[in-house]
């Protein structure tokens, strides 16, 4: 038997994953403990035991041995080969917009807490095409709390609780937080409460000069329909301004208001799991 103990050590990625073949050669039984996402994803999943601290504790856990072949290989392929890192994370965040979503909600994660998610080992992670069961599955045999923040859209709504339901998970979980009325981020997003803030936002962004701004301003201010008209924008250009969303909306100088309720709610959840002040640190 060979142990070795984080052998990535002062190893940039490419000779971590020559290194692994190089162990997976040597005969007899390998035990390595890493914290390297590039060698643990180089591993059968099967083959990978996860410790984790509960209290005064140490708990260790596997992959479910029953698990059938396809869900093995489905979470090596798009999870352990792409976010391996959420192996290390104390709570992972799960959203389907690759976007908006992946580029607001760490910022205003951020305004909440006072200190960037990662600093918290919250893990927030964008699984394209709805991909959600993957991700699940293996929180759920690591014992990896999780949470999902999804848009109100039918067929959204229908994808998460048939995931829900492989994993045995209730459909009304306080872990399942999605937004109202089958509306997506940007509706969601944008009403009375915002619409000057990313009003301000847009002009500022499309303004070729301060002249040019304010007479943006007005025109937005001025239209007919302005929050059909700032969705449509947002929508439109999702890469452009999904940061933005979030930088504006976390500007606002009334705190309570920084945070949208759906938005909060999946934050207070987290808190409350992870035992996290508002502000950041432990509320202990």
């Not at 002062?10 to 390998?30: D, K, N």
């Not at 699940?136 to 999902?148: G, R, V, Y």
Request: hydrophobic share 40%; with cysteine.
């Amino acid at each position: 038997m060979l142990a070795l103990e984080e052998p990535e050590s002062h190893l940039h990625p490419q000779a971590q994953r020559a290194l692994f073949v190089q162990i997976e050669a040597i005969p007899g039984q390998r035990i390595v403990s890493t914290h390297s996402p590039i060698i643990a994803s180089q591993a059968k999943i099967l083959q990978l035991r996860h410790f984790s601290k509960n209290g005064a504790c140490t708990e260790v856990t596997q992959l479910d041995p029953g698990l059938s072949a396809h869900h093995s290989i489905r979470i090596e392929r798009m999870v352990l080969n792409t976010r391996g890192d959420l192996l290390y994370a104390r709570a992972i965040v799960l959203y389907e917009g690759e976007q908006t979503e992946d580029q607001a909600l760490p910022i205003f994660a951020e305004d909440y807490w006072g200190i960037h998610p990662n600093a918290l080992g919250i893990t927030m992670i964008a699984v394209s095409g709805r991909n959600y069961l993957p991700f699940l599955l293996l929180a759920k045999n690591f014992k990896i709390p999780w949470f999902i923040f999804s848009d109100g859209e039918e067929d959204t709504i229908r994808i998460v609780n048939s995931c829900l339901e492989a994993i045995s998970e209730p459909k009304d979980s306080h872990r399942f937080q999605k937004l109202p009325d089958g509306k997506n981020f940007e509706k969601y997003i944008v009403n009375d409460i915002y619409k000057d803030a990313l009003i301000d936002m847009i002009a500022e962004v499309n303004a070729k000069n301060e002249g040019h701004k304010k007479a943006l301003q007005k025109d937005w201010q001025n239209k007919s329909d302005p929050i059909n008209a700032i969705v449509l924008e947002l929508e439109s250009g999702k890469t452009r301004y999904g940061r933005l969303i979030a930088k504006a909306i976390t500007s606002i100088p009334q705190k309570e208001l920084r945070s949208p309720p759906i938005i909060k709610k999946l934050f207070e959840y987290i808190s409350e799991e992870l035992n996290i002040a508002e502000h950041g640190g432990d509320a202990s």
